[in-house]
């Protein structure tokens, strides 16, 4: 397939994104500016990541396909093991529990088989389903970690969108002057209250995250603060498609080229980085600048595994 400029400028950006929240995260305990930074990117990141996922969604291969990102999960899984025994001299292994990023490579094969076994016509009535099932989940305590379930009911609905979007109107769209001036302010507006009013927000940090069940904090109108919280994924999520450019460097479209080991392997660097206590070194004896250097280090991590060798080597397995 001829890989179009639009969508690797996107994926290049999102998966920058995707790094840069899980580097600013580490430090959402010592820094105001992390926190807001995580709640900021989690809005859009991922939910723009599956809606792109989807839009490009084959109905075919369909076993070999989820046979293989179950196989991919398997092995980060025990890739992360490996980087935390490293560091650690232990290390736990479980590999029915995912709250961390593993679970994107478990929902993408459910995804995949279950898309496979909605018939087209009743996709819109299962997406609708499915976010009632979402409001709801957070209900259950059962509903969590365990298989990543909470993550694959409640993001499902991104991906299924892009399913049923068409990747020519929306690059359309995007070439409007008059949505991205839209996207713009509502970006910025987004930028706004998570910057400044970060806390009277991070209560929702875990409805961002989607990994676990209601809080004592939103109870009993979880399912308000669920919708407030699609409400703003969504709004910002395509905000963000908008102000996409169609055009760009070599260097970016070859980051939105190799997203996925981009994404496979950047996450057991990062256990390496900070059981070493990197963050900790840089936090403490560079305060503001330390927290600036261990951002830029997630720059940097993204450029690193963005080589055909990585890619070739996840290719193995697909």
Same mark, same amino acid.
């Given at each position: ?11 290049? &950006? ?9 580097? =600013? ?13 995580? /709640? ?5 990141? #991922? ?5 792109? $996922? ?24 025990? /890739? ?5 025994? =490293? ?18 490579? &478990? =929902? ?28 709801? $989940? ?8 365990? #298989? ?8 499902? @609905? ?29 970006? /910025? =507006? ?13 209560? &929702? ?10 809080? $004592? ?14 409400? +703003? ?11 996409? @450019? ?12 190799? +997203?996925? @080991? ?19 070194? /840089?936090?403490?004896?560079?305060? #503001? ?6 951002? &830029? ?22």
């Amino acid at each position: 397939m001829k890989r179009i400029m639009y969508f690797d400028m996107a994926k290049a &950006l999102l998966i920058i994104a995707v790094v840069l929240g899980h580097f =600013a995260d580490q430090l959402t305990k010592e820094s105001g500016v992390c926190r807001s930074l995580f /709640l900021f990117l989690y809005a859009f990141h #991922m939910p723009a990541f599956l809606y792109i $996922a989807g839009l490009f969604y084959k109905n075919e291969k369909t076993i070999r396909r989820t046979v293989s990102f179950l196989v991919l999960y398997v092995l980060l899984k025990g /890739l992360i093991y490996a980087a935390k025994w =490293a560091v650690n001299g232990k290390a736990a292994f479980d590999l029915f529990s995912e709250g961390g990023t593993p679970w994107f490579l &478990l =929902a993408m094969a459910l995804y995949t088989l279950l898309t496979r076994l909605i018939p087209v016509k009743w996709r819109l009535s299962f997406l609708i389903l499915n976010v009632i099932g979402a409001l709801a $989940a957070g209900y259950c305590d059962q509903i969590g970690e365990w #298989m990543a379930l909470s993550r694959l009911i409640v993001f499902y @609905p991104f991906f299924l969108a892009g399913v049923m979007s068409c990747r020519e109107k929306l690059q359309r769209a995007a070439g409007r002057l008059p949505m991205k001036l839209l996207g713009a302010v509502i970006l /910025l =507006a987004w930028g706004y209250i998570a910057f400044v009013h970060i806390d009277r927000i991070y209560f &929702l940090r875990h409805l961002f995250t989607g990994s676990v069940p209601y809080h $004592a904090s939103v109870m009993p109108y979880g399912f308000l603060y669920r919708l407030l919280v699609y409400t +703003t994924e969504v709004l910002t999520g395509i905000s963000f498609l908008m102000l996409v @450019p169609g055009g760009g460097s070599k260097w970016l479209s070859d980051v939105g080229r190799y +997203t996925l @080991p981009i994404y496979f392997f950047h996450r057991p660097f990062l256990y390496i980085l900070t059981g070493i206590g990197v963050h900790t070194v /840089l936090i403490t004896s560079l305060g #503001m600048t330390g927290i600036i250097v261990w951002l &830029l280090l997630s720059i940097a991590t993204v450029f690193l595994f963005a080589r055909g060798f990585f890619d070739r080597f996840l290719r193995l397995f697909l």
